[in-house]
Nanobody, 124 residues
């Protein structure tokens, strides 16, 4: 049975760092495009960062560009989101999603598999 599991969330002070992991089971991630989304209370789910399944190109939302880095380790069937210089406005539930699409898309329905989410809270 396929599954995506996120981990690595938690409480961190502003300026701190976290690394989120997205591990797949039941299928291999290496050919999938993986997108990290987040949803803050009362807000729409938004795309944060994406890595393409075809050429490994990455994309970032303007709000996180230069602070977040997405990477994949196909041997571990895992995608990571390194988050540095965190801000209170980064507080949200973070989800990873996998889609059999060649390039990054911000359309949620393009992604076939979703994890359950991991909470990130940035607060002093």
């Amino acid at each position: 049975q396929w599954q995506l599991v996120e981990s690595g969330g938690g409480l961190v002070q502003p300026g701190g760092s976290l690394r989120l992991s997205c591990v797949a089971s039941g299928f291999t991630l290496d050919s999938y495009t993986i997108h990290w989304f987040r949803q803050a209370p009362g807000k729409e789910r938004e795309g944060v960062s994406c890595v393409s399944g075809t050429d490994g190109q990455t994309r970032y939302a303007n709000s996180v560009n230069g602070r977040f880095t997405v990477s994949r380790d196909n041997a571990k069937n895992t995608v990571y989101l390194q988050m540095n210089t965190l801000r209170p406005e980064d507080t949200a539930v973070y989800y990873c999603a996998a889609g059999q699409i060649p390039f990054c898309s911000g359309v949620r329905s393009d992604y076939d598999y979703w994890g359950q989410g991991t909470q990130v809270t940035v607060s002093s």
